[in-house]
């Protein structure tokens, strides 16, 4: 089925460890997104891309490193984990601005867990 | 900057009960507003949207309707089944023309139980 696929699934690491999160699509989106959700604080904006090639910072960057040198790939990584990580990472996109006001596709998560 | 503000949870209602889920914004310009609902284990998904003032989103028994004057997009539905339990999210979106690239501010979340 099209949509967006993320992996890992879930994942432990420990302090100072080091990963990275895959996010694919399939619908030729042109803008992607990486949120990360807390209890209590909603989805709060990480990092997004508007093309190929290009990444932006969102609300809540730091700590984060993203990539996007595919258009349906958006990576996002952990140079060095800390437990103030530890998170739900949900990935979306949606198609350019010539589609206005298009709700986004999320993909199902990663749980990750910085002990 | 943008902002949403929903209702304090967690919501636990009987099936068939009437739902109420508040939602205020505040943005600049005239944002398109969302609904999403994320089931126990899954990725986001959305309900409904409205684009413009008076508009009325609607699906699956959910209804939202842009008040610009009270800058609110409450959601409703009239009787809730069991099935409906997840976690419900308001969102809101500069238009995705503009340097704002279409990026979502969300509300905190309610957690919505029904029982049977």
């Known amino acids: 089925n099209a949509g967006v696929t993320q992996t890992p699934k879930f994942r432990v690491l420990k302090t100072g460890q080091s990963m990275t999160l895959l996010c694919a699509q399939d619908?030729?989106?042109?803008?992607m997104y990486w949120y990360r959700q807390d209890p209590g604080m909603g989805l709060r904006l990480i990092h997004y891309?508007?093309?190929?090639?290009?990444?932006a910072k969102g609300e809540v960057p730091d700590g984060y490193n993203v990539s996007r040198l595919k258009k349906q790939n958006f990576l996002l990584g952990l140079e060095s984990a800390a437990p103030s990580q530890t998170s739900v990472y949900f990935c979306?996109?949606?198609?350019?601005?010539?589609?206005?006001?298009?709700?986004?596709?999320f993909g199902s998560g990663t749980r990750l867990t910085v002990v | 900057g943008n902002s949403v503000t929903q209702m304090e949870g967690p919501v636990t209602l009987s099936e068939e009960a009437f739902l109420t889920i508040n939602c205020t914004y505040t943005a600049t310009g005239y944002p398109s507003l969302f609904w999403y609902v994320q089931y126990p284990g899954e990725g986001l998904q959305l309900l409904l949207k409205?684009?413009?003032?008076?508009d009325k989103g609607s699906n699956k028994g959910f209804e939202a309707t842009y008040r610009k004057e009270t800058t609110s997009f409450h959601l409703e539905k009239g009787s809730v089944q069991v099935s409906d339990s997840a976690v419900y999210f308001c969102?809101?979106?500069?238009?995705?023309?503009?340097?704002?690239?279409?990026?979502?501010?969300f509300g905190q979340g309610t957690i919505l139980t029904v029982h049977p």
């Open positions: 619908m030729n989106h042109e803008y």
């Open positions: 409205a684009t413009k003032a008076d």
């Open positions: 891309s508007v093309g190929e090639g290009t990444t």
């Open positions: 979306a996109s949606r198609p350019g601005p010539a589609i206005a006001n298009y709700g986004y596709t």
């Open positions: 969102a809101l979106s500069d238009h995705a023309g503009g340097t704002s690239y279409g990026k979502l501010t």
